[in-house]
């Protein structure tokens, strides 16, 4: 392997792992369910590596992201239309026009929340991130730190309460520094 084209597949990494949170949710928002999602989501990385050499090194990665995915999901849509209920094209287009408009304020809550969520003693941030795993049984968690169902729903109610208030104030903070 040659040592441009292992830069290249090291700069292709490095950029799809700093925004493929962003990609996955801009995508999440556009179709019904995770599954498909994911499966989107696959398509889309396979077309940015392909296309990863008409990617200007001084261009936004995220927005250049979000046009193929864009594409991918109605391509998915006109695919799938017929088979499941989806939203018509347009309406989907019109979401993936918002959203982009909303990836800056979304960027800016995911950051907060990560950052809130860092603050948050282990064991808590380990049981939360628990029960917010696909396939998980709440009943089980609960047991796991000792409360019962009811009580472990209560307790994450409230550490959500908190999450929000920090990451609110976070944002306010930095909307008035």
Same mark, same amino acid.
């Given at each position: 392997?040659?040592?441009?084209?292992?830069?290249?597949? #090291?700069?292709?990494?490095? *950029?799809?792992?700093? &925004?493929? $949170? @962003?990609? !996955?949710?801009?995508? %999440?928002?556009?179709?019904?369910?995770?599954?498909?999602?994911?499966?989107?989501?696959?398509?889309?990385?396979?077309?940015?590596?392909?296309?990863?050499?008409?990617?200007?090194?001084?261009?936004?990665?995220?927005?250049?992201?979000?046009?193929?995915?864009?594409?991918?999901?109605?391509?998915?849509?006109?695919?799938?239309?017929?088979?499941?209920?989806?939203?018509?094209?347009?309406?989907?287009?019109?979401? #993936?026009?918002?959203?982009? *408009?909303?990836?800056? &304020?979304? $960027? @800016?809550? !995911?950051?907060?929340? %990560?950052?809130?969520?860092?603050?948050?003693?282990?064991?808590?941030?380990?049981?939360?991130?628990?029960?917010?795993?696909?396939?998980?049984?709440?009943?089980?968690?609960?047991?796991?730190?000792?409360?019962?169902?009811?009580?472990?729903?209560?307790?994450?109610?409230?550490?959500?309460?908190?999450?929000?208030?920090?990451?609110?104030?976070?944002?306010?903070?930095?909307?008035?520094?």
């Amino acid at each position: 392997m040659l040592m441009s084209e292992t830069s290249r597949n #090291a700069r292709f990494v490095r *950029e799809f792992a700093c &925004h493929e $949170e @962003a990609i !996955r949710a801009y995508v %999440r928002r556009l179709v019904p369910s995770r599954a498909d999602c994911d499966d989107i989501l696959q398509e889309v990385a396979i077309v940015l590596w392909e296309k990863f050499d008409e990617f200007h090194e001084e261009g936004n990665f995220r927005s250049w992201a979000f046009g193929f995915a864009r594409y991918k999901v109605l391509s998915w849509l006109r695919d799938n239309g017929r088979r499941r209920l989806v939203l018509d094209s347009d309406v989907v287009a019109m979401i #993936a026009d918002e959203s982009i *408009e909303e990836d800056s &304020h979304l $960027e @800016a809550q !995911r950051l907060a929340l %990560r950052s809130c969520f860092g603050k948050l003693p282990s064991e808590q941030r380990s049981l939360v991130a628990n029960a917010y795993s696909p396939d998980v049984k709440i009943q089980e968690i609960a047991a796991t730190s000792g409360r019962s169902t009811a009580g472990f729903y209560q307790w994450l109610y409230r550490i959500r309460q908190m999450l929000l208030e920090c990451v609110q104030r976070q944002l306010a903070s930095e909307a008035n520094p």
